[in-house]
């Protein structure tokens, strides 16, 4: 299974990062690229204990529950999935500077690995274990990257 914490799999998402422009159109949901680029930085800064999310309160939390070995196993996010309005992203972004921020936060947790977990939950799934967050991080990411056509 696919983890930001293998090196292949880090460089593959970078790779693709770098296939993205300014003018890169999403195949769904309502974010442009660099919107797109700003929510993934800031949900790789959620394991490191950088940005902050509340948890979803019941009964929703019972349903993170249950859909988070699925996705940990299948490796697969639902289109236009909700998101933490901590992490969400409205107002316009610069590409450039959003997809320097998005490379910095994927590439110090990828380097650090589980070194770099500060925090246990995550708002939706709840208790994650440094491996898992290593897991989604790269789910979420290749999420997004198909969003966008990479």
């Known amino acids: 299974m696919k983890t930001i914490f293998n090196p292949?799999?880090?460089n593959e998402i970078l790779n693709r990062i770098d296939k993205l422009t300014p003018e890169s159109k999403a195949l769904?949901?309502?974010?442009?690229?660099?919107?797109?680029?700003?929510?993934?930085?800031?949900?790789?800064?959620?394991?490191?204990?950088?940005?902050?999310?509340k948890g979803v309160g019941f009964p929703i939390s019972i349903l993170g529950k249950v859909f988070k070995p699925m996705v940990l196993k299948g490796g697969d996010m639902r289109k236009n999935s909700p998101t933490s309005p901590?992490?969400?992203?409205?107002?316009?972004?610069d590409f450039r500077k959003e997809k320097e921020n998005f490379i910095n936060a994927f590439n110090k947790l990828g380097d650090m690995q589980e070194k770099a977990?500060?925090?246990?939950?995550?708002?939706?799934?709840?208790?994650?274990?440094p491996a898992e967050?290593?897991?989604?991080n790269y789910?979420?990411?290749d999420h997004h990257l198909k969003q966008f056509g990479v």
């Open 8 to 10: 292949a799999d880090k």
């Open 139 to 141: 789910i979420h990411a």
């Open 133 to 136: 967050w290593g897991r989604i």
């Open 117 to 129: 977990v500060k925090n246990d939950k995550h708002p939706f799934f709840g208790k994650m274990r």
């Open 86 to 93: 901590e992490i969400k992203v409205t107002d316009p972004c």
């Open 28 to 53: 769904w949901g309502k974010m442009n690229v660099a919107q797109m680029l700003a929510h993934s930085a800031n949900a790789a800064k959620m394991p490191t204990g950088e940005i902050s999310v």
